[in-house]
DNA sequence: GCATGATCATGC
DNA sequence: GCATGATCATGC
């Protein structure tokens, strides 16, 4: 019995226990019946260090996976960035969203909090070339204390998520209602899937889980402790960052760069006003990492005299090809505007002048969603047509496309077999000007 | 003045 | 070398 190598009560034991599969595969670590190792599904390994590392069966029990010593087995990829450094590969699932039973608990007595509040994780380096029961285990078991990681953004998070059930919009959960903590979907998509009853709309809502996002999975496994300089003990990230802007709205952007070292504009340095922010958060990059870590979206806005903003808001470029192969759920622009965004507006006075105007977190509403998601099934559809003819401005009021290249020379070839300048999504500019006057 | 097309500096 | 965030340039 592989239970008998552990005492299944106590943390360290397992955790000890755990250590075994450090710089090894299973593979290397037990025997393990043929089948088994012919057989590659997905998430597959995750079962199977259960069942045959710890002794276990698999189960979807609304329990910790060692209930004795309260702690729940969490099995999750990592690869490495180009600087080499691990990287999480996608978002660690924590547990299904109930959402009946969420609207009657509280923190405390959450069933998120009874399950996962301690998390032994383990990390296999991904490889797609290889079988799951040949990937290495390359860093050591982490375990997670729900209550002393980053607690308070995770609770916040949690109520956040709660709040939107409690309201009838379980249907509207979006990942980037939350910063650590998301509601990612779960469970089979596309035409089949069943939605589930949500307790306060008669709108049913896709499956959703509580999930750690893909960004705060790799800060901590970067072994970075969230209370950093960027917060402030007792604030929320949104309260932390104002914080950090405050001192310079409503001053000009000369005033702003002397304060920044005199930090001065380049002839035809497009992103200036983006590096200014960045510079205001503090020293960068360490401090937008922060905002990273929460996949926030920090976008520039500035705004002419009359208050609209100058320009539209571009997003990286798609390949004709690529966009093809996708569907709207899986789509980069999707998984793009359902982040948190954080807008830094400038605004050009009467005098002509610029200045910080102020800072706004915003999420995209439901129903803009779906017309962006309109708009991006458009695309997919004429692209496969004709590529050269795609949404427009004027097509929509939220989204359109448009060119989006270092020149015309970088192309990409299209499905009627032209090399067609670069293009990506684009939010029209009428369409921020009107979210940001509503604030 | 807007919609659309074209391109820039930067960082990795 | 290229992706990225952002702005410039042009035609109507």
Not at 177 to 195: Q, S
Request: charged share 30%; glycine share 6%; proline share 4%.
């Amino acid at each position: 019995m592989r239970e008998e190598l552990y005492d299944n009560t106590s943390i360290d034991s397992i955790y000890d226990f755990a250590k075994g599969l450090t710089g090894k595969s299973l593979l290397e670590t037990i025997g393990l019946p043929e089948k088994v190792v012919n057989k590659l599904s997905r998430g597959a390994l995750g079962n199977m260090v259960e069942e045959y590392y710890f002794g276990f069966k698999p189960n979807s029990e609304h329990r910790p996976d060692f209930p004795l010593a309260n702690l729940e087995l969490k099995i999750t990829g990592v690869k490495r960035n180009s600087r080499k450094e691990f990287v999480a590969k996608e978002r660690l699932v924590l547990t299904m969203i109930n959402f009946k039973e969420i609207v009657n608990e509280t923190w405390e007595t959450s069933s998120l909090l009874f399950k996962c509040r301690l998390l032994l994780i383990l990390f296999y380096l991904y490889d797609r070339e290889q079988a799951d029961v040949d990937r290495r285990f390359v860093l050591d078991p982490m375990i997670y204390d729900m209550l002393k990681h980053d607690a308070e953004i995770i609770e916040q998070d949690w109520r956040a998520i709660q709040s939107k059930i409690i309201d009838g919009k379980a249907h509207e959960l979006s990942e980037g209602d939350t910063f650590y903590l998301g509601a990612c979907r779960k469970g089979r998509g596309g035409p089949a899937e069943v939605l589930q009853q949500q307790p306060f709309s008669d709108n049913p809502a896709k499956s959703r889980a509580f999930s750690f996002k893909q960004t705060y999975l790799t800060q901590l496994i970067k072994g970075h402790e969230a209370d950093g300089f960027l917060f402030r003990p007792g604030l929320t990230l949104e309260e932390s960052t104002k914080l950090k802007f405050d001192p310079f709205i409503g001053k000009t952007i000369d005033e702003i760069s002397l304060k920044l070292n005199h930090f001065k504009r380049d002839l035809n340095h497009k992103g200036f006003n983006r590096e200014l922010a960045e510079r205001m958060l503090g020293a960068k990059p360490q401090d937008v990492a922060e905002l990273a870590k929460a996949d926030i979206e920090m976008k520039t806005v500035r705004l002419k005299a009359n208050g609209k903003p100058k320009e539209s808001m571009s997003f990286p470029s798609f390949k004709y090809l690529d966009i093809q192969n996708e569907v709207w759920e899986e789509s980069k622009f999707a998984e793009r505007i359902e982040r948190k965004f954080l807008f830094v507006v400038f605004q050009i006075g009467a005098d002509n002048v610029e200045r910080l105007s102020k800072i706004a977190f915003w999420n995209m509403p439901y129903a803009d969603r779906l017309e962006a998601q309109r708009v991006w099934e458009d695309t997919k559809k004429r692209v496969a047509l004709d590529a050269t003819n795609l949404p427009g401005m004027s097509e929509s009021t939220v989204a359109h496309v448009r060119p989006k290249a270092h020149n015309s020379m970088h192309r990409n070839l299209s499905p009627q077999g032209e090399m067609l300048v670069n293009k990506c999504f684009w939010l029209n500019s009428g369409y921020i000007g009107r979210i940001l006057q509503e604030y």
